[in-house]
């Protein structure tokens, strides 16, 4: 019964943040090289041992992208069973995009909380499929690092993610007059490379 709430309330949000988005972007977002993004990661599982509940990591992303860079404050949860809960400033590097395709890297800092390991860090990478001109899906695979006074872990995650933000180009820039404008000029100097 829990999972159902979470991945209800996930896709309320989902929704409700692109409603919001797309009332906000009206005015003429292909001409910004800025743009808001959310990225959920309704079901990830961590390699620990134990029950299903115990292995449950959760998390919901808002931020800012500036071309291949996304920026963004993330909260999100451990386990379904107890209230471990965290919050992380991250950051996302598009490092390749081929057509419809891109890989990413990801690294963060945060806090977990009611925790004797208070201190996180993430080190993350993800494969992506641009589904539309705003969403994405993809499979996310990475480490989080807990540090405490007296003692310190890791676990290794697994899992699937969605993004809601303006589509790349195959340069790693946001779809949009700016990013257009940089990828004709780094394709005229490939081509200008080819002739000489």
Do not use: H, W
Not at 56 to 67: A, D, P, R, T, Y
């Amino acid at each position: 019964m829990a999972y159902k709430k979470i991945i209800l309330i996930t896709c309320i949000f989902f929704f409700a943040f692109k409603a919001f988005s797309q009332s906000e972007n009206t005015k003429d977002t292909s001409s910004s090289f800025s743009s808001t993004y959310a990225r959920i990661n309704p079901l990830g599982i961590s390699s620990d041992i134990g029950k299903f509940s115990t292995k449950m990591v959760q998390n919901l992303e808002i931020g800012k992208s500036f071309g291949p860079l996304d920026v963004g404050i993330a909260y999100g949860r451990f386990a379904v069973s107890d209230s471990t809960q965290f919050m992380q400033l991250r950051t996302t590097f598009d490092a390749s995009q081929i057509g419809i395709f891109s890989s990413e890297f990801a690294i963060g800092t945060g806090r977990v909380f009611n925790s004797s390991t208070p201190l996180m860090f993430e080190v993350s990478t993800t494969l992506m499929a641009q589904l539309s001109s705003n969403i994405g899906i993809g499979a996310i695979v990475g480490t989080y690092d807990f540090i405490g006074e007296n003692n310190q872990f890791n676990k290794t995650f697994y899992g699937v993610f969605l993004r809601y933000g303006l589509l790349r180009t195959e340069g790693g820039l946001l779809l949009g007059k700016i990013g257009k404008r940089l990828g004709k000029r780094a394709n005229g100097k490939k081509m200008k490379a080819r002739k000489l």
